[in-house]
């Protein structure tokens, strides 16, 4: 019998094959002591497998280039963490084997990350998948990861980690569904730039029988178990049209009445830059920069291993527009030469523009690359800072532009609410807005972006976020100044109208979604897009402000 279930959708497509689950690793090690004099050998073990380990993760984000490699990178450094290597190695001393110790001191670490709300509790997945893969690889079994198959089948998941997300084969993993995460966590992100569909935060996936057949919709959030017929020949029949309609897409971004709506790519590095441009982007919203930092946490890379990755990524759209957000450290992507290394609360303390303030010769250092990187290209390239608070954040950026002889427009990213509310007075340091939705959502209710159980809070329909962003924008046309979204919100087709009808000038998303935002923004005109803006921001719920915007944009 057919029943429904829902979850949220993270990732656009239709999909409809057997369900097969996730494997996992043996997770707890059984408890025995071993003799003092085996301590130094089982302290050897110990550190091979966290090296292997952190060897493949670092081998998996080569393969998978783009975002995937910056996560899979800070991943493998989680891996090599000295205090967690020094706690495993105190517990051998004292009679542990090498796999209970590093479970235990794992356990450790995670358990006082989630008791102290701390940023990086958001990163369970990522943490337990580390401590996983070291545990599997001392006791012998199999690695945790995705299943078996010779046929297509769609995934189900407690949460993936961005190891087993990156390397997904689309041609076997019709789509995922997982129990946990949420919509801008790291697997919806990447399943984003996989363009597989994907459903995160369903309670009771796990509970789907291995073999049963379902359908999902990426779009909704809905999962079909045990589909009809006439079920899956409608799902079938809207996946071929929306086939149709993205094949028969292209050209600029704008409304049916001709309001033009850049459509720009978010990229972590060059490796994203050939995905872009097939998807028609029209340049680069965010440019993010810390791939090239992950390589060493140790030491800031060189102003010529900079200007190259920059250039080569400015190449690719000539015409076009570049906006690189400067580097974005602290939190979940801690850097040893940048960041403190005993904050109670990172997401709140010295990151992103702070760290760079603390540290202006790393900041001069990449303005001068980026500079070099545009000199003698037509590329309109615009820069901006993370976690910009006030005007004083804005000027002290502009500022340093400046000193670094960087011809470019000077921006600041709207992720603090602070920044939206006093938009105007940012706006007289710099030349633009770019809202990031996604830290814009977690700093605005307390609801950290990685974590399941707050996945409401997260949601970019949410009616006081679109209050911001609406403030936000309103700012940018009363100075004259552009204000984009380059967080996720901007990949739903539907919100991206809304986003329009906010005041929103340009929308940068994964290239998988450009087609699809604007294949959606031709059907509806600006007066219809401001119309369904409206009646969302009256609303009291996200679930409410997406079903008002779509009673608008239906004609209902």
Known sequence: METTLRGVGVSHGVAIGEVRHMGTAVLEPPAKQIPAEEAEREQARARRAVEAVAADLMARGNLAGGEAQAVLEAQAMMAQDPELIADVERRIAVGSTAERAVYDAFASYRALLAGAGEYLAGRVADLDDVRNRIVARLLGVPMPGVPDSDEPYILIARDLAPADTALLDPTLVLGFVTEEGGPTSHSAILARALGVPAIVALHGAGELGEGT????????????????????????ADAAARKAALSASSGPG???????????????GPGDVAAAVEAGAEGVGLFRTEFLFLDDSARAPSEEKQTAAYRQVLEAFPQGRVVVRVLDAGADKPLEFLTPADEPNPALGVRGLRSLLDHPDVLR?????????????PVHLEVMAPMVADRADAKAFADACREAGLHAKFGAMVEIPSAALRARSVLQEVEFLSLGTNDLAQYTFAADRQVGAVSRLQDPWQ????????????????EGKSCGVCGEAASDPLLACVLTGLGVTSLSMGAASIPYVRTTLAKYTLAQCERAAAAARATESADEARAAAQAVLSGE
């Open 213 to 236: 057949e379902i359908a999902i919709d990426g779009s909704s959030g809905e999962v079909f178990v045990d589909p009809s017929a006439e079920k899956r020949a409608a799902l079938e």
């Open 254 to 268: 704008a409304t049916s009445d001709g309001h033009t709506v850049p459509l720009l790519a978010n990229i972590g």
């Open 365 to 377: 250092t990449q303005l001068t690359a980026l500079a070099r990187a545009a000199e003698g290209l």
């Open 463 to 478: 009616p006081a976020l679109l209050d911001l962003v609406a403030m936000a924008a309103e700012a940018g046309r009363a």
